[in-house]
């Protein structure tokens, strides 16, 4: 027998497939089925409504390498007045894509494609990937 008491006082449903369950059993499993599609059974969601979205480095989110061949990609990441690179909290990159964009920049700069104290000035006028003077993380310090 069905012995569940509901939120909203339906005793009398209960009661009625009590009385059908004793009379004919299988009518009272469909009409068991039936209020379990009723507005109080909770509804059972495939994934997280409030979930937040996975954040991704712009490179990887378009699947670049960087190469110390593509100067035009690697001065995106280097100070225009001191050549030093920006760190992660100012790019947003990851972990792994700012090492290898550190060591691709020096791989350029020791084959002669990029300068050390400044950025190319063919490079200048380039769209910014990211606002220097306003950084994606807080910094640590």
């Not at 409504?49 to 390498?65: R, Y």
Request: hydrophobic fraction near 35%; include cysteine; proline fraction near 6%.
């Amino acid at each position: 027998m069905i012995t569940t008491i509901l939120r909203s006082g339906r005793t009398a449903l209960i009661g009625y497939i009590n009385t059908v369950q004793r009379i004919q059993p299988a009518l009272a499993a469909t009409a068991y089925r039936l209020y379990r599609t009723d507005s109080d059974t909770p509804i059972e969601l495939k994934e997280n409504p409030f979930a937040k979205q996975k954040v991704e480095c712009i490179l990887c989110k378009h699947d670049i390498n960087p190469d110390y061949k593509n100067v035009q990609l690697l001065s995106q990441f280097q100070s225009p007045y001191t050549g030093r690179v920006y760190g992660r909290h100012i790019t947003g990159l990851c972990k792994n894509r700012h090492e290898q964009v550190e060591r691709e920049i020096i791989k350029a700069q020791n084959a002669g494609f990029m300068p050390t104290y400044h950025k190319a000035v063919d490079f200048l006028n380039d769209p910014k990937l990211f606002d220097p003077e306003k950084a994606v993380r807080p910094h640590k310090f």
